[in-house]
């Protein structure tokens, strides 16, 4: 297992420093870096010391090594708007988009988990096929869309939940599970596809030969091995959702970094653009590290070996 | 002996299209097992072995159904059982042991639960009389420190091993019937004879009646009393292994034993001719006629039935007719 | 056997190609019409015809205002309406049948190039990385990881940050953006392509890696990149809307469902729904058609992509 995780780690690295990369030059080779690391309305004595504030004169190898000593140390650059540091801002953010995130992901698993094991169990029945129904929607109504049309209908027709804004369950409902729709069906399908495949296999025939009560066979054998891949997918959904809810956010103004991202977006606000995407892929690589560690944990295969 | 198994006049289809394509995989078969008895059932692949295994079993996929005979085992009816029922027999008193080893066994747990699920659900053994049930089951599978490889997983063992893990599930239960699907096919030739011996040790030890399913008659001679050859979803002979070997009666199993390898001699090895016939579209007749150096006018049209030749010797031949109208033939000239 | 009997033997081997493979009629006649996915075709065919004819069906200039109409109309079958705005008006008295018509244009166009930007670029890599392996195949892979990591309308909304918006700079964002998604699907076909009989006699006759490439490899991952195109379609046409909808993807005046969206949120929470559910459905109807479409090919295309 510890070569397991060293070379999931160096990979990690290796990713953060790519992502790095391709943001740093993203910005320093589309045109002037300067008219973006200004703020709106900056006049040319500004433009000048901003020039040499950000070192853009200096060659480029020497600009990503400094970029590189910032991200370190954690100095991500302040927001014009706000004029606070970026990661601030980010990290108080960061528990919003959390609570939006949890209650999204625990609506896609009560329902795309259990609809894909039912659908698998019970293949090509009414209820497999009421569940690829509810799949190929979950994948066609765009999540943001069905935020709009859930406020139109439970708020503005109904009445019965507010429009937006964070506080009870009430505000939380909607925009979760706008959210949750899309990543409960593709839990639906995975779930569905990977518990088709393991009760195909001869351990499960063993299991059944060995006159085990059906609950068991499924319950216990089937579904631990069915699960594996679908606790990744969910593990990343999360981290995902975390980061990039934007527009959902935006709907029900969800105060989270994704309507961070859209205030820095809509205000040019570069310098938060920039601090958000860095820090939520750094988010993400580091996520996706402890997950492959947690799953070398469960999968004894990965466990045991040196 | 009691007796412990008969199998009489069984049919079991396959079902595809709706109904449109029925294949016979099991047509009519019959045979009887003793308590304690091996009976060695062979034939070549799509034979109908395995259907037959997974009818006594309740266990067909669900496009095959049971479509006439019975099943009677320790004087109960198995094909008009609830599945609940079956649920209770398998594992406890019939239990099965399969081709791949390394597929056999649920990777994510370890041998220990994996050996201890049929005490622990049929018997209703627990705790320190359940740790001992299993390191006793691992060693009469000769697995050397039991309490260590309890703990092991799967992929941690070699095939050879993985299969005695096997072997020692199916007596988990305690079953009066084991039947093996095949379990040396997937080892190696130098592990297959170590694991028949701890087979044969198991059978001596507990009494417990072998249906040894294979295509190869040299585990045939070392592990069974008897033997019954299948073709085309029928048992074409049937009798004593001894009787089989030295004097068969059915062209089909003369052939398969003329295509035995046999050391010592320079013989080109005979392959039998022709392909395992269609079984969703069999020959009119005798099923083996087209590939019969003896066939006769009559087996194009005539499906063969048992024909005795001892007391527990048959063979689905006409040629016994012919040969027992000589031998009187000769007898009365 | 002959050289030419094991060319013979190998060719005959080889999986054929997607094209041929879905051209080809199956039976006489018109009989392969019957074999045609009906339903996704049926959504798609009018949209793409309204797309194209956009000029011709459309009753007004999407950009310009009605003359004489008020803001905020709604369908003709409302209260308030008249036939002269079929679907109503937006908050600028523009007709949302006519932005309706030319925002088909707009996410079709986006949807279907930007696919095949990332489609051609992904594959493309994938079948470098695949085949030539060693370093190569490091690089691109490493590059894949690193963007696969971030999420796509993240990094699609700070490209378009960087770069300003532009119907064609949506496309290439896009492009960029989603081309990880074939790279390691291909790579994987690659690698076990690259062991088959044919290609390797291909090699051993001595043709050059390029010529290799083009004439064994591609037409064999077509299937699969097919496929995979067919399925994310649906995803690139809703990143589009995404962005158009948080004002970075086509600009304004250009109609866009995504934009028109965003522009009916206002009125939205006084009870004016027709802004915000017309052009929701277009897009979904697009999309939903496209994964038919899309699981449909690849059932067709090759049985065992069934479980992609």
Redesign the interface.
Known sequence: MRQFIIRRTV?AI???L??SL??FL??RL??DPVT?LAEPGARPEDLARVRVEWGLDRPLPVQYLSFLENILTGKLGNSFNYEMPVSTLYFQRLPNSLELALAASLISFVIGIPAGLISAVRVNGAWDNFGKIVA??G????G??LG??L??VFS??LGWLP?SGQGDWCNLIMPALALGWYFAASLLRLTR?SML?VLR???I??????????V?VIGM?AF??ALIPVITLAGVNLV?MV??A??IE??FAWPGIGRL??E???QRD?PL??G??LL??MM??AI?LVIDIVYAWI???IR?AR | MAQLLRVSDLRTHYFSFGGARVVKAVDGISFTLNEGETIGLVGESGCGKTTTCLSV?G?LPPAARIVGGGIEFAGEELTTKRPREM??????RI??I?Q?PM????????IYTQVA??AF??LGTRGRSLRQRVQELLRAVRISSPTVRMRE?P??MSGGMRQRV?GA?AM??GPKLIIADEPTTNLDVTIQAQYLDVLKEIQQASGVALIFVTHNLGIVAKMCDKMAVMYAGKIVEQGAVRDLFRAAKHPYTQALLGSMPKLGTKEPLYAIPGQPPNLAQLPSGCAFHPRCARAMTQCQTQQPDDRRIAENWVAKCWLVDHQAKEQYVSAIA | MTTTDEIATATAAAPVPAAQEFFTPRGTGWRWVRELPLVPLAILVPFILIAILANFIAPYDPTEPIPGAKIFEPPFWMQGGSTRALLGTDFQARDVLSRLIFGARVSLIVGVVGTIVAGSLGTALGILSGYLGGWVDQLIM??T???L???????A???A???GPSMWNIIIILGLVYWTRYTRVIRGEVLSLREREFVKLAEIAGGSRTRIILRHILPNVMNSAMVLASLTI?VVI?AE??LS????GVPAPQPAWGSM?SD??SM????D?WL??FP?LC??LV??AT??LGDWLRVRLDPQLR?M
């Open positions: 990979y290796i990713t953060l790519i992502l391709t943001i993203v910005v589309t045109g973006l190929l929607l994948l066609s109504v765009p943001f869309w709009l049309v406020i139109l503005v027709w429009t596809s495949e296999s001869e351990y025939k063993l299991a059944r030969l060995k006159g085990l009560p059906g068991v054998h631990k091995n995902i980061n990039a934007v527009i935006v709907i991202l859209y820095g977006i809509f570069f653009v920039q958000i995407v939520a892929g993400i690589v996706n999968d004894p295969r045991l | 079993v266990l649920r209770r027999i398998r594992g406890r239990a099965m399969l791949d597929a056999s066994l649920n990777p994510l747990f370890s699920e049929p659900y049929h997983y992929h941690q096997v599930i988990a239960g | 490493r590059v990881d690193a963007w990591a971030l999420p796509a309308l993240v990094f909304i700070f490209l940050t960087v770069v649906g809703i809307a995404s909808f948080l004002g970075i969206l009916g949120r939205m929470m006084v009870g729904w915000t559910v929701g897009i979904l999309v939903l994964q038919l479980n």
